[in-house]
């Protein structure tokens, strides 16, 4: 195992402005702008079609999204807003960094 790496300023400043940042996308407004299904909100959340079903859901079957499924929507919408600036060298990484350490 290696030595973590320090942070300098600008890593320490990037992660004031992530903990700051107030991202989020509820799962109707994500519904309303991409042309998606209840199982792909599922995919991008990583959670159970049933549990998406419920955030559409009236009465006393619904259930409030999780702040972290409002940010992996956030980061979604994001992602598919800017896709084309996006260099595919980073998609690679970004996608690659499951099981990174």
């Given at each position: 195992?290696?030595n973590?790496?320090?942070?300098q300023?600008?890593?320490?400043?990037l992660?004031?402005?992530?903990?700051?940042?107030?991202l989020?996308?509820?799962?109707?407004?994500?519904?309303?702008?991409?042309?998606?299904?209840?199982?792909?909100?599922?995919?991008?959340?990583?959670r159970?079609?049933?549990?998406?079903?419920r955030?559409?859901?009236?009465?006393?079957?619904?259930?409030?999204?999780?702040?972290?499924?409002?940010r992996?929507?956030?980061?979604?919408?994001?992602?598919?807003?800017?896709?084309?600036?996006?260099?595919?060298?980073?998609?690679?990484?970004?996608?690659?960094?499951?099981?990174?350490?």
């Amino acid at each position: 195992m290696t030595n973590p790496r320090p942070l300098q300023v600008r890593e320490q400043n990037l992660i004031d402005l992530y903990s700051h940042c107030q991202l989020g996308m509820t799962p109707k407004n994500f519904y309303a702008k991409w042309d998606v299904n209840h199982e792909a909100i599922a995919r991008i959340c990583s959670r159970s079609l049933s549990t998406v079903r419920r955030w559409f859901s009236k009465g006393r079957n619904y259930r409030s999204p999780m702040p972290s499924d409002l940010r992996h929507l956030a980061l979604m919408d994001f992602l598919l807003e800017h896709f084309e600036e996006i260099p595919e060298e980073f998609l690679k990484i970004l996608c690659s960094l499951t099981g990174h350490q």
